[in-house]
């Protein structure tokens, strides 16, 4: 095990987090899953969604350590590449996509020969923050017009949103809340982020008024469940979500200080998504204000560790790839709390890394994996500069050690590491050519 942990590089604060989630979100799942289980087979044997929720864990932990190892700055090309292929897989997704029981939206694909399901908007949101900040970084430097942006970084990204706009809206505004945030961050003109932000919202009101003259088509089918979810925010309306809503503050209300215990929550057996969307209200009912504040204060205590490894970051590229893929991270988890407390109307989004579901572990996972990239490679640069700086010091040591031994006046004061190098022992020490040049100059000019 000291073997293995020796082998991870990075911010180990990140790794202990994410560990403490992940660990943390298997009684949780265990729990929630027992209305799935009696919904799928009838026996309530939860046993097999934790399999199930241990493995793609483990998956996700196996593309963090194999994503740490790539360079970051490779991911720049990549996404570039990488995008025209998320707009055939969304394009795929709104045509032929698959729904989940629980959800009426085709949000998901079928991934051939394997028999699990994907959902595309979490690869794609990952792939558009990389493709933002690879522009950003580029022309920091050489300022371009704005109507050469307008083509080479919003065209793609309403291109991106479009595709996930008619099966999910709240994804759909996270990712342009988190590209306006990264545009500002990377110091793109405040006046073209109004215009952007006006843009984008004339066009999400366009695509209303087209929903409205084509309410029967199903790629509007989703904006009267927006209408409803809305309406019944606002209102003592009763809907499915409003029931939703309803069991979940029954669960946070029941929890109280210290909570029911561990696999003992009641509204699992109510609740449609207590597994997902809304595992945090069984968290509360099962563990308390305790253990939900607990949740709150790791989420948050890794966001300061993504502002620690953005700050540490020695190129902008670096730096806007930790706030681009971090933040949002945090912020799903933050409307995931909000909307089992009725902070804000139902919106699907699951808890990172806590949530039952495979690509959003997984994505999640892919994200960490390039964060922790970048973390790596200042941690590389500060080795390279030490060991630069100890050779340095250890050949000055050698060279005035023989300076003493032929009784001359050393130029420079040493501090001796002893046995670090051998001067007999030519093969042992590469540096002794250098020294015995270096002496033998100074004893021709003694002379």
């Not at 695509?207 to 989703?222: E, G, I, Q, T």
Request: proline share 4%; hydrophobic share 50%; net charge neutral.
């Amino acid at each position: 095990m000291k073997e293995l942990v020796n082998k991870l590089k990075g911010d180990r604060v990140i790794w202990s987090f994410v560990a403490l989630l992940a660990l943390f979100s298997f009684m949780p799942v265990f729990s929630a899953s027992s209305n799935l289980a009696y919904i799928g087979h009838g026996t309530g044997n939860t046993l097999g969604y934790l399999v199930k929720h241990l493995a793609h864990v483990c998956i996700g932990f196996l593309i963090i350590y194999w994503v740490h190892r790539v360079p970051y700055h490779y991911f720049r090309a990549i996404s570039k590449i990488a995008l025209p292929i998320v707009w055939f897989l969304l394009l795929y997704t709104l045509l032929k996509g698959t729904v989940i029981a629980g959800a009426n939206a085709s949000r998901w694909i079928q991934v051939p020969f394997i028999g699990i399901t994907f959902q595309t908007s979490t690869l794609a949101a990952s792939i558009l923050f990389i493709f933002v900040a690879r522009y950003l970084s580029k022309t920091r430097d050489e300022s371009e017009p704005f109507q050469a942006s307008l083509i080479q970084l919003w065209l793609p990204v309403f291109i991106t949103l479009a595709l996930i706009l008619p099966a999910n809206f709240s994804t759909t505004a996270l990712i342009f809340a988190m590209v306006i945030m990264l545009t500002f961050i990377g110091k793109y003109p405040l006046k073209y982020i109004g215009f952007i932000i006006g843009s984008g919202i004339a066009m999400f009101a366009f695509f209303l008024l087209v929903a409205k003259a084509f309410p029967d088509s199903r790629f509007f089918s989703r904006v009267s469940t927006w209408g409803s979810r809305i309406e019944n925010f606002t209102t003592d309306k009763p809907d499915e979500d409003d029931y939703q809503i309803e069991k979940a503050k029954i669960a946070i209300a029941s929890g109280k200080l210290g909570g029911l215990g561990p696999g003992k929550s009641v509204q699992k057996n109510f609740l449609p998504q207590s597994s997902s969307d809304f595992i945090y209200a069984i968290i509360v009912e099962e563990y308390g204000l305790v253990g939900g504040v607990s949740i709150l204060v790791l989420y948050l205590l890794l966001l300061f560790r993504f502002v620690i490894a953005s700050h540490k970051a020695n190129t902008l590229f670096g730096k806007l790839v930790v706030v681009g893929l971090g933040f949002p991270m945090i912020f799903q988890a933050m409307i995931n709390m909000a909307v089992a407390v009725e902070l804000l109307p139902v919106t699907g989004q699951t808890l990172p890394l806590i949530s039952s579901g495979g690509s959003s572990i997984w994505m999640t996972c892919f994200s960490l994996g390039i964060i922790i990239s970048v973390t790596k490679k200042e941690e590389e640069i500060a080795e390279e500069q030490e060991e630069k700086e100890r050779r340095r010091e250890a050949l000055q040591r050698l060279i005035d050690k023989e300076l003493a031994e032929e009784d001359l006046p050393a130029d420079e004061k040493i501090y001796e590491e002893e046995g670090s190098y051998s001067i007999e022992d030519n093969s042992r020490n590469p540096m002794n050519a250098v020294l015995n040049k270096y002496r033998a100059e100074r004893i021709e000019n003694r002379e």
